[in-house]
């Protein structure tokens, strides 16, 4: 860091902006296999949020890549990186007032754990979307698997490169024996015994 770059603080506070959104900011940090439903998850979750007059924002790992990290590969190395500056970019968000949602498939454990380490203690919350290579090579929606099988993608999660489970995830959503819907369902009552959004009155 330059010693003659400071930071500024501004007057307007992460507490004021929550107090104005009526609710927490938090970081969910979506993790799992490629297929295993992150991104659909993230922005089915990002939905009922919205209708609730939440403000959120979803990070998807292939939208960022259009962007700000169109220049990483997928090395490990690349990999890291890629990973390092969505956690700088969403503790930003966080300090908005706003309810992140990372959608990527963040392989490497340490990589999971120094994002968690830009946060407050409960800031942070990890979703680990749990689904087999089985079942997440079945959909093969994008045509990965297919590719990676056949050598055409290298470093791929799960095929030629590994994927270190979450130890102690705050969440755990199995995508593999549940729909959508009931997921989501259990994602907003967890977030609700987080005491991140209110609860619902029905």
């Known amino acids: 860091m330059d010693d003659n770059v400071f930071w500024h603080h501004a007057t307007v506070t992460r507490e004021r902006r929550e107090k104005m959104n009526l609710h927490r900011a938090k ?3 979506f993790t799992g296999l490629s297929g295993a439903g992150k991104s659909t998850l993230a922005h089915a979750l990002e939905e009922r949020l919205h209708q609730r007059g939440c403000r959120t924002y979803v990070f998807d790992g292939d939208n960022v890549r259009h962007g700000l990290c169109r220049d990483l590969g997928f090395g490990i190395e690349d990999r890291t990186e890629n990973i390092r500056r969505i956690g700088e970019m969403s503790k930003l968000f966080v300090d908005a007032g706003v309810i992140a949602l990372t959608a990527f498939i963040s392989p490497i454990r340490r990589d999971r754990e120094n994002v968690r380490r830009l946060f407050q203690a409960d ?3 990890e979703v680990y ?3 087999s290579i089985e079942t997440c090579e079945s959909r093969d929606v994008k ?3 297919k590719k990676a099988r056949a050598g055409e993608i290298p470093d791929f999660t799960g095929i030629s ?3 270190e489970i979450p130890e102690k995830p705050e969440i755990v959503i199995d995508t593999e ?3 959508i819907d009931e997921c989501v369902d259990s994602l907003l009552v967890s977030l609700e015994s987080l005491d991140v959004i209110p609860t619902m009155v029905v």
Request: aromatic share 22%; hydrophobic share 45%.
């Open 27 to 29: 970081l969910l940090w």
């Open 123 to 125: 800031d942070f919350i």
């Open 129 to 131: 979307v749990k689904a």
């Open 143 to 145: 045509g990965l698997y």
């Open 161 to 163: 490169s590994p994927y």
């Open 177 to 179: 024996n549940r729909e």
